[in-house]
């Protein structure tokens, strides 16, 4: 039952994006098409579940002077990883990413799992709370993607799906277009949220 609630927690409930707030240079760097959200998702995803499991299972053998250096290299290693991944397979998207990548390795969702959760709990926590994590940053920053690029050039992952009549709304495929896209869906969820609360409390 445990293992669920550490999965589920970070879909919705402590979604990094969406209720945390964390890691927003990606998130508003990189989703101006869902393809670029997508890959920025996934590669963040991968860092933060091979680090949570490596850090969960050697916690006991690093001193606690060094924790955060010893982190950091182990956040790095898979960062790099990542990297070579994309830019052997994916070499088009990897340009595109450019230095976000490699700055996954201070991404403050990585580091605040690994310090606030992964080193204190056991491995199997660890990992479903990564999974829950990584997945839930994924979709968030798939979402923006797919609005930001489907009212900015009027497609989703590169498919035309307006019309001909259309006419792209550029400012969301640039950087003010982010800030605009990611405080209507806070304010939505916002007042989503209030609202279920308000109903729950007076039933």
């Known amino acids: 039952m445990r293992m669920w609630k550490e999965f ?26 869902a393809i670029n959200g997508l890959a920025m998702g996934l590669a963040t995803f991968f860092v933060l579940v091979c680090s949570s499991v490596i850090v969960a299972m050697i ?21 790099t990883i990542a990297d070579l991944f994309m830019a052997a397979f994916f070499p088009d998207i990897q340009k595109v990413l450019g230095l976000f990548i490699p700055l996954i390795v201070v991404n403050c969702l990585i580091l605040g799992r690994a310090e606030g959760f992964a080193s204190k709990n056991p491995v199997r926590f660890a990992l479903m709370d990564a999974l829950g994590m990584g997945i839930g940053f994924t979709w968030a920053l798939t979402v923006l993607g797919i609005i930001r690029e489907l009212l900015g050039m009027g497609s989703i992952f590169g498919l ?15 950087p003010p277009g982010a800030f605009l896209t990611l405080g ?17 409390c007076c039933h």
Do not use: D, H
């Open 184 to 200: 209507i869906l806070l304010g939505i969820i916002n007042t989503f949220s209030k609202q279920k609360a308000t109903e729950t």
């Open 59 to 79: 916690k006991n053998y690093i001193p606690s002077k060094v924790r955060i250096p010893s982190f950091i290299v182990i956040i790095a290693t898979f960062v």
């Open 8 to 33: 589920i927690k970070g879909l919705w409930k402590e979604n990094a994006v969406f209720r945390q707030l964390m890691g927003m240079c990606p998130t508003l760097a990189v989703t101006n098409t």
């Open 160 to 174: 035309r799906v307006m019309g001909a009549n259309f006419t792209p709304w550029i400012i969301f495929i640039l």
